[in-house]
């Protein structure tokens, strides 16, 4: 099992938020890949 860190920003897609999983994962993340992912809220935008 490999494990990566991502610290990201949400960006915004239509009206759903999502988060950009960066090109160089690409070859790890492929379709029906099953991922573990845990989000921790590290600051929240200001109004």
Known sequence: ???F???K???KHG???IIVI???LE???RPQTIVKLTIDILK???K
Do not use: G
Request: charged share 30%; net charge positive.
């Open 15 to 17: 009206s759903q938020s």
């Open 1 to 3: 099992m490999k494990t």
């Open 22 to 24: 960066p090109r160089l």
């Open 27 to 29: 070859d790890e993340l």
């Open 5 to 7: 860190t991502l610290t």
């Open 9 to 11: 920003k949400i960006a």
């Open 44 to 46: 929240k935008p200001t």
